[in-house]
C-alpha cells in the first residue's frame, strides 16, 4: 500500500521560516512527479510547487522567492523549504505523487501567526 507521510508543519511567527518533508513508500520513486499543494480555512486546495522526475521545478506566484521545492530519490522524499512567511500561508499543506496512478497525504497544518 502507497504512503505518503508529511512532517515539519507547525506554528511559526511571520517572516520565519519551516521545511516540510513527505516521505514516500512509492517503489518507483523516481519515475514520479511530486508537488506540494495546501488549503486554507474556506478555500480550494491550491498548487504550491512540483517537481518533475528530471527536478524542473515551477511554483505558485505568490511563493516565488520563497519557497523551494527539491527531492531525493534515495530517500524517497520530497521538501518544501519555506522562507518569509505570512499569514497568507496558513494552511494544511498536502504531499501529491503523480504517476502510475496519484496518491496524497493526509496533510501537515502551517500556521503563521503572532
Known amino acids: 500500500q502507497v504512503q505518503l507521510v508529511e512532517s515539519g508543519g507547525g506554528l511559526v511567527q511571520p517572516g520565519g521560516s519551516l521545511k516540510l518533508s513527505c516521505a514516500a513508500s512509492l517503489k518507483f520513486f523516481s519515475i514520479y512527479v511530486m508537488a506540494w499543494y495546501r488549503q486554507a480555512p474556506g478555500k480550494q486546495r491550491e498548487l504550491v510547487a512540483r517537481i518533475t522526475q528530471s527536478s524542473v521545478t515551477n511554483y505558485q506566484d505568490s511563493v516565488k522567492g520563497r519557497f523551494t521545492i527539491s527531492r531525493d530519490n534515495a530517500k524517497k522524499t520530497v521538501f518544501l523549504e519555506m522562507n518569509r512567511l505570512n499569514p497568507e500561508d496558513t494552511a494544511v499543506y498536502y504531499c501529491?505523487?503523480?504517476?502510475?496512478?496519484?496518491?496524497w497525504g493526509p496533510g501537515t497544518q502551517v500556521t503563521v501567526s503572532s
Open positions: 501529491n505523487a503523480e504517476g502510475v496512478g496519484s496518491y
